[in-house]
């Protein structure tokens, strides 16, 4: 069973550039939630999304934002990009609709602002 | 609220047991989690434990829970240079799939 995919595994930008990063979950997951890992700040939780419905948000800037597509692969796109959000965000899935189930992370998408 | 505390770094010998440590604040934790991060790579979910538990083995892996002190371990036994990493602990709460995570622990395996 592949695992979590995202792509690509690594984006160069420029400051006042947007981004868009896919993640595809666990054949099965319908449930996709964002995380943002940074050396300063560690890891944040950003939003989670289920059956193409944001359920949770964290406490990130209203240029972050998510969407899911009915075949529950995500996309995040972050606009007006800044220096400080060069980060590794990372996507995670689990299987369904329960709540607190084990979440099985991608390898992540490194992103560097220039 | 959530915050959840670890120490930064631990050095030990290849074959001896390692020890990482980890407290959290949020009672209302519902499951723990131990993540793996390995250089350049994702996390990798090692092991959880739902909070009614007080301990889980599973292989080399022992999971430790004293709720009363909200303190959680791991114990890697016979640790190999394979084990070298950075774990994090992680709860979640609050009836969501958010989950909180500590700063992280590095361990270094020496042969």
């Known amino acids: 069973k592949a695992g979590v995919t995202q792509t690509p595994r690594y984006l160069i930008k420029t400051r006042g550039q947007q981004v868009t990063l896919s993640c595809s979950p666990i054949?099965?997951?319908?449930?996709v939630s964002w995380y943002q890992q940074t050396p300063g700040q560690g890891l944040q939780f950003l939003f989670e999304?289920?059956?193409?419905?944001?359920?949770n948000k964290g406490n990130f800037p209203g240029r972050f934002s998510g969407r899911q597509f009915s075949n529950s692969r995500s996309e995040m796109n972050v606009s007006t990009l800044e220096l400080g959000d060069s980060a590794l965000y990372l996507c995670?899935?689990?299987?369904?609709?329960?709540?607190?189930?084990?979440?099985?992370f991608g390898d992540g998408t490194r992103l560097s602002i220039l | 609220g959530e915050d959840v505390e670890q120490s930064l770094f631990l050095s030990v010998r290849e074959g001896d047991s390692s020890v990482i440590n980890c407290t959290y604040t949020?009672?209302?934790?519902?499951?723990l989690y131990w993540y793996k991060q390995e250089p350049g790579a994702g996390l990798q979910l090692l092991t959880y434990i739902f909070s009614n538990m007080d301990m889980k083995q599973d292989q080399r892996l022992t999971v430790l829970l004293n709720k009363k002190d909200k303190h959680l371990s791991l114990r890697i036994a016979d640790t190999q240079t394979g084990d070298s990493a950075i774990y994090f602990c992680?709860?979640?709460?609050?009836?969501?799939?958010?989950?909180?995570f500590g700063k992280g622990n590095q361990v270094v395996v020496i042969p």
């Open positions: 995670a899935s689990s299987p369904d609709g329960a709540l607190n189930q084990p979440q099985h």
């Open positions: 999304y289920f059956s193409e419905t944001q359920r």
């Open positions: 992680a709860e979640s709460s609050g009836g969501n799939n958010r989950l909180a």
């Open positions: 054949s099965g997951h319908r449930s």
């Open positions: 949020d009672s209302s934790s519902t499951y």
